[in-house]
T-cell receptor
Framework: AQSVAQPEDQVNVAEGNPLTVKCTYS??????LFWYVQYPNRGLQFLLK??????LVKGSYGFEAEFNKSQTSFHLKKPSALVSDSALYFC?????????????FGAGTRLFVKA | DSGVTQTPKHLITATGQRVTLRCSPR?????VYWYQQSLDQGLQFLIQ???????AKGNILERFSAQQFPDLHSELNLSSLELGDSALYFC???????????FGQGTRLTVV
């Protein structure tokens, strides 16, 4: 079975500092990986995805993620955090065993950026 | 605005009742996904349709059912509601399996 894990419930970082939100996955084939962000009382918003190609993927709002096949990780990063980045972040993997129609989400990591 | 429309935004109903949640996907998107988000269980995949056909099923209760209509809008039916069904229900749509999903604003269901 395919799965995705976000080992940290919460990440705290000071504004201006780099941030990392961790994600590891388990799939049987090639992974399709995604990051989403959820602001309070809002739906999830797509940040970036990895399907194939360069291991470093750039996305919205200055975020990027690094795909590491040997470590089965897809950590979300940003060089300089903003207070407005405070939100709930979800990593997701698309289950290609079922034809790619089922996307499995991690439990989410709450990011707090302090001014 | 993601382009995915969910109605209603809020719903309060009593235990034992039945409700229908509606989703209109983004124009051109053939896939529709339904998720349940509760405080203690995170985002749970319920069911997915592609161009009118059910393609994947998650942890969806037998009391719940869904369908996607020829015009591609989808409905999630929840029956014999229990207090534990109170949650935020999200619909999302995508063009295909390699595409990211776009989420609606959700329907907040409160069962009293």
């Amino acid at each position: 079975a395919q799965s995705v894990a976000q080992p940290e419930d919460q990440v705290n970082v000071a504004e201006g500092n780099p941030l990392t939100v961790k994600c590891t996955y388990s799939v049987s084939g090639n992974p399709y990986l995604f990051w989403y962000v959820q602001y309070p009382n809002r739906g999830l918003q797509f940040l970036l995805k990895y399907i194939t190609g360069d291991n470093l993927v750039k996305g919205s709002y200055g975020f990027e993620a690094e795909f590491n096949k040997s470590q089965t990780s897809f950590h979300l990063k940003k060089p300089s955090a903003l207070v407005s980045d405070s939100a709930l972040y979800f990593c997701a993997v698309r289950d290609m065993e079922t034809g790619g129609f089922k996307t499995i989400f991690g439990a989410g990591t709450r990011l707090f950026v302090k001014a | 605005d993601s382009g995915v429309t969910q109605t209603p935004k809020h719903l309060i109903t009593a235990t034992g009742q039945r409700v229908t949640l509606r989703c209109s996907p983004r124009s051109g998107d053939l896939s529709v996904y339904w998720y349940q988000q509760s405080l203690d269980q995170g985002l749970q995949f319920l069911i997915q349709y592609y161009n009118g056909e059910e393609r994947a099923k998650g942890n969806i209760l037998e009391r719940f059912s869904a369908q996607q209509f020829p015009d591609l809008h989808s409905e999630l039916n929840l029956s014999s509601l229990e207090l534990g069904d109170s949650a935020l229900y999200f619909c999302a749509s995508s063009v295909g399996v390699q595409s990211e999903a776009f989420f609606g604003q959700g329907t907040r269901l409160t069962v009293v």
